[in-house]
């Protein structure tokens, strides 16, 4: 192992795994970035709501998909036409278990399942939405969570991995325990219902990516990490 390298992660996590194999002080994070829609969130800003929920990943445990068919359970009691998206894959087995819990529950009206999304059909499903929802019980620094705040998108998710460092409970959103489906529950239907706190959590997760996660933030800190090797080499 070279003095001269620096080996980049994506989250403190990440570093601390990373640091029983390489030097902590050789280890620098550089966190995931958002592109920033600054027009979208203005459509929204606008807008009626929706009433849909996003979500988007893998569908399957460690994403908390299997806590998510109670949680449009709960919301449909006070919003009978609210749509949750599911956009991404799992295997078979996964798929099937979260499809068989939303029938028990009687919501598979409420749901759609458009499998994994890219290009215009995510940018489509991004400003349509009105909350993002991740309900995940590990992660790093969530691509997805990024992508639905440079859209403007209030997020409801969990206290793991970074999601705090983005996800400011009663900010822009909802930070609950993994697993917390009453919590989850009551985030989104608060947010889908309140049209002045929906606006203002939109605008803050904007400026929270504007601030420190957006795509010209990220490229500095990596410049600044080769100037930081070439400066070792000298």
């Known amino acids: 192992y070279s003095k001269c390298n620096v080996l980049i992660a994506l989250s403190e996590e990440w570093k601390e795994r990373l640091s029983q194999i390489v030097p902590e002080d050789r280890i620098e994070i550089i966190e995931n970035y958002s592109v920033l829609h600054e027009e979208v969130l203005e459509e929204r800003l606008q807008r009626a709501c929706n009433n849909t929920v996003l979500f988007l990943g ?13 949680v449009i359970a709960q919301v449909k009691k006070s919003i009978p036409d609210v749509r ?23 919501v598979s009206d409420n749901v759609e399942f458009p499998g994994w999304v890219r290009g215009d059909t ?18 790093g620094m969530p691509m997805s969570v990024l992508d639905a705040m440079g859209y403007g998108l209030p997020v409801v998710s969990t206290n793991v991995g970074g999601i705090p460092k983005i996800v400011h409970d009663g900010e822009n959103g909802y930070c609950c325990d993994p697993g917390n489906v009453n919590r989850f ?5 608060k947010i889908l219902l309140d049209g002045t706190g929906r606006k203002s959590f939109g605008e803050a997760s904007w400026k929270i990516v504007k601030e420190g996660y957006s795509l ?8 600044q990490a080769y100037e930081q090797v070439l400066l070792m080499d000298v």
Not at 89 to 103: F, P, Q, R, T, V
Request: charged residues 35%; hydrophobic residues 40%; glycine residues 8%.
């Open 58 to 70: 893998e569908l399957g445990k460690r994403k908390g998909c299997y806590d998510i068919p109670a």
């Open 84 to 106: 949750f998206v599911l956009a991404g894959a799992g295997s078979e087995a996964d798929e099937d278990a979260i499809k068989k819990l939303i029938a028990e529950k009687g």
């Open 122 to 139: 995510k940018d489509k499903l991004l400003r349509e939405a009105d909350v993002f929802f991740l309900p995940s019980y590990n992660e």
């Open 185 to 189: 529950a009551k985030g989104i239907t």
């Open 216 to 223: 010209e933030a990220h490229l500095n800190r990596i410049e």
